[in-house]
């Protein structure tokens, strides 16, 4: 019964110390969210600006420009994949794979090679597991992205669109990345990058409410060069936008992750206590039974 009871007191000290490691990183994970979500607002209006003088652009040039330019018949698709450095989050990484794993089948079945680039050492680990093959990968920063590594992935991206299908060039990009919703909520979410859709209004059709009117514009030079400027630009905020939202995604759900196994904690500390309390109330039971034993028999030797 002693060394029952000593079982259950080591499992107790590990919880506890388990406890202590998962509260930390906890409070670590809530204080990332707020810089990661203050950093994903302060991009927001830039973005908003950006993808409005585009539309403008595209919409009222008319011209036709290789970035916005559909193939007839797409044969090869890249697919960039954002996913963690670190573990502990939940399904954070796991739900991106598999999300990817959905939008390769879709795009195989439409007749379509798919290529990939990776960001996040889940995702290499992941491909290199299963011995797929990549483009080219980025490790390190998952949790706080650089504009340096979104101007690397969208040069990356954008060579490879522009190359000729014959020199293994792609007809499509597109984006697999957790969207921070809010705290409780990260949605897997599959974005086309490349070529860039730009859908064209019915003159006779009502406009829906609260959808914005764009001006008329006259470009100097032209709207393929302001165009030619502008869409790398784009391409790359949109890149980058997306990293910050996976990386307040990523600190939201180690947080939520880092809760439960608390609480986990909480509860295999209760369960162990009340089973050492049985045991050593079980060996006090003993004793006293013994006790008393020994007593009687004394007694009956008199």
Do not use: C
């Not at 001006?215 to 790359?236: A, T």
């Amino acid at each position: 019964m002693g060394a029952q009871l000593r079982i259950y007191r080591q499992k107790i000290k590990s919880a506890q110390t388990t406890k202590k490691i998962t509260r930390a990183m906890e409070l670590i994970s809530a204080s990332r969210i707020q810089k990661a979500q203050t950093r994903m607002n302060a991009a927001a209006p830039y973005t908003k600006a950006l993808t409005r003088a585009v539309t403008a652009v595209a919409v009222g040039s008319n011209v036709d420009h290789p970035l916005t330019t559909q193939t007839d018949k797409p044969r090869r698709a890249a697919v960039v994949v954002f996913t963690s450095d670190r573990g502990l989050a939940g399904a954070f990484s796991s739900q991106v794979l598999r999300e990817t794993g959905e939008l390769a089948e879709k795009l195989k079945d439409e007749g379509k090679e798919v290529v990939y680039y990776l960001v996040g050492r889940k995702s290499l680990s992941y491909f290199s597991f299963r011995q797929r093959k990549w483009e080219r990968d980025w490790i390190g920063g998952t949790d706080r992205p650089e504009v340096e590594t979104a101007r690397e992935i969208s040069d990356a991206v954008i060579a490879h669109f522009l190359k000729a299908y014959d020199e293994g060039g792609v007809d499509e990009i597109h984006l697999v990345y957790n969207r921070f919703v809010n705290l409780v909520s990260q949605v897997p979410s599959v974005l086309r990058l490349l070529p860039l859709e730009v859908v064209e209004a019915d003159d006779d059709a009502p406009i829906p409410t609260g959808v914005e009117i764009l001006p008329l514009y006259e470009f100097e030079p032209d709207g393929f060069e302001v165009l030619d400027s502008l869409l790398p630009v784009y391409i790359e905020n949109r890149i980058f936008a997306a990293m910050l939202s996976s990386a307040a995604a990523e600190h939201a759900a180690r947080q939520k992750a880092m809760k439960s196994a608390t609480d986990n904690a909480d509860k295999l500390i209760e369960n162990y206590t009340r089973l050492a309390n049985n045991a050593r109330q079980s060996e006090i039971t003993q004793q006293i039974s013994e006790i008393v034993g020994g007593a009687d028999a004394l007694v009956s030797a008199k």
